[in-house]
């Protein structure tokens, strides 16, 4: 694919389309259509064995989808992008294409929930074993690769607790083994981390949180390798289906333009709330990436632009006083997801990775006292005067 020179925040609104193509109209236009006629019998014939460009049935492309999947990759920095109904599409879509029965996945030791189940999965299922690694150093990663070993999977910052892992360094033990390395960026967005220029090899977004932004889509974005994707794209995508909607990628075209400037605010606001929280009595301990005090800052240094927009905190009371906190807010929103307008606050335990085995869980560091606050863009001192308060009347 054709870079295009650009800067980041240029790229958002601009690559991947031309208004001349489609009769001046500015912004990208919703071909909201399942399928495509051809002119002729033969042109049918030739559509079909790939003889001749152009659309067929919108499962297997859609020329929205095509503008979203040009720009994701463009911003990734990658070769070509994918769009999927939602993250989990695109999460099983990748693992399915890169394992066989009895092959192994070596995955970070915190992990998306409902990634958990899907490893559980196929592991009951397909006999797909995994195992899990804190990914610290290159020795702890060696140990626990197999011969059957086919995919490393890594969440950074790990969700909730915001661990992060040196991408750049396990990129250079896969190429040892020639593992291909997976990524899931949606914490950091494409504007504060960038897998593939780190050595990784797919990078996967749910694009139900920044990237869309509004808390208004469930969709799923990939972007990695030509070959590989090609691949993807015409088995795992093609044949089981979980393609996006051309409204759903019109809408992610919308949420796209202003990726840069809400991510700004909302690492803004979460430096200040960090602030705030680091002197309350009533806080034991504090997670996100770039405070100074984070055991992993050194890798924030290194790979994200910023800290981001999510915090987790752990507070100094019981599970029942970590569920009054939620009940005792006045207008900060009960809700999992993040990376919407509106700030969102969550009890992991109980909620998000409520599915997770009790022991597994604590082994990820997701105790009942822990709280997960994804920072919105309203101004950062109404948010704090409702956490301040809600703190206060524990
Ligand atoms: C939300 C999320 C997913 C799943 O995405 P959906 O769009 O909800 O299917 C996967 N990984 C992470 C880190 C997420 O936050």
């Given at each position: 694919m054709v870079r295009n020179n650009k800067r980041f925040e240029t790229s958002v609104i601009h690559h991947g389309y031309d208004a001349k193509d489609m009769l001046g109209s500015l912004t990208t236009p919703l071909f909201q259509t399942s399928t495509y006629t051809f002119e002729s019998a033969e042109q049918g014939e030739c559509r079909f064995a790939g003889e001749e460009d152009g659309y067929i049935y919108s499962r297997l492309g859609n020329p929205t989808v095509t503008v979203l999947e040009e720009r994701i990759a463009e911003l990734e920095k990658g070769e070509r992008g994918l769009a999927f109904g939602s993250g989990m599409a695109a999460v099983s879509a990748i693992l399915i294409a890169l394992t066989k029965a009895n092959d192994h996945i070596l995955c970070s030791s915190g992990l998306y929930g409902c990634t958990f189940g899907l490893l559980t999965m196929m592991k009951e299922k397909y006999n797909i074993d995994h195992d899990f690694s804190e990914m610290a150093t290159k020795e702890e990663i060696r140990d626990l690769i197999?011969?059957?070993?086919?995919c490393i999977y890594v969440e950074t910052p790990i969700n909730p607790t915001m661990k992060l892992i040196d991408l750049k360094m396990v990129s250079e033990v896969a190429k040892e083994y020639g593992i291909p390395v997976v990524v899931d960026n949606t914490f950091s967005s494409p504007y504060l981390q960038q897998p593939l220029e780190l050595g990784c090899d797919v990078v996967i977004h749910s694009a139900t949180k920044y990237i869309g932004g509004h808390g208004d889509v469930i969709a799923g974005l990939v972007v990695g390798k030509k070959d590989f994707l090609d691949e993807v794209a015409m088995t795992t995508q093609k044949d089981i289906g979980g393609v996006i909607s051309p409204f759903d990628a019109w809408l992610l075209l919308r949420g796209l333009k202003t990726l840069p400037i809400r991510l700004d605010r909302h690492c803004d606001n979460a430096e200040e709330i960090v602030k705030r929280l680091k002197t309350h009595p009533k806080i034991a301990n504090i997670y996100y990436p770039n405070d100074t005090s984070n055991p992993d800052y050194a890798i924030k240094e290194k790979q994200m632009k910023r800290g981001g927009g999510v915090i987790s905190f752990e507070i100094d009371g019981s599970k029942e006083d970590a569920q009054q906190l939620l009940n005792n807010l006045s207008f900060l929103k009960i809700a999992?997801?993040?990376?919407?307008?509106e700030t969102l606050i969550e009890h992991?335990?109980?909620?998000?990775?409520?599915?997770?085995p009790e022991d597994s869980r604590l082994k990820m560091?997701?105790?009942?006292q822990l709280i997960r606050l994804s920072v919105g863009l309203e101004a950062w001192e109404d948010i704090w005067e409702d956490l301040e308060n809600a703190l206060n009347q524990l």
């Open positions: 197999r011969p059957e070993t086919t999992v997801s993040l990376g919407d307008a992991p335990a109980t909620m998000t990775h409520a599915v997770v560091g997701i105790t009942d």
